[in-house]
C-alpha cells in the first residue's frame, strides 16, 4: 500500500475516533443527567466541541490533498541517461 493511501486511512480512522468519542461523551452525559438539567448542559456540549473543531479542521485541508492526489494521475519524471 503506497504511503498516502496509509495516510488517508489513518486520518480517517482519527476522524472517526473524533467523532465517536464527542457522540459517546454527549450522549453518556444526555442519559445521566435529570430531566431539569438537560437544558443547562446544551452550554457545556458547546464548550467541549468547540475546541474539537479546531482539532478536526487543522488536518482537513492535508485530508483534501491526499484525496486529490490519489484519485488524480501525477505527471511521472522521464528517466533519461546522460552519458559521462
Given at each position: ?10 486520518l480517517t ?24 438539567m438537560r ?46
Amino acid at each position: 500500500m503506497a504511503l498516502p493511501r496509509k495516510l488517508l486511512l489513518g486520518l480517517t480512522s482519527l476522524f472517526t475516533s473524533y467523532a465517536a468519542t464527542m457522540i459517546s461523551f454527549c450522549s453518556g452525559h444526555f442519559f445521566v443527567l435529570r430531566d431539569e438539567m438537560r437544558s443547562a448542559v446544551y452550554p457545556l456540549y458547546a464548550a467541549t466541541c468547540f475546541p474539537m473543531i479546531f482539532f478536526v479542521l487543522a488536518p482537513v485541508p492535508l485530508y483534501l490533498d491526499l484525496i486529490w492526489a490519489i484519485f488524480k494521475k501525477v505527471p511521472q519524471r522521464k528517466k533519461s541517461v546522460i552519458p559521462h
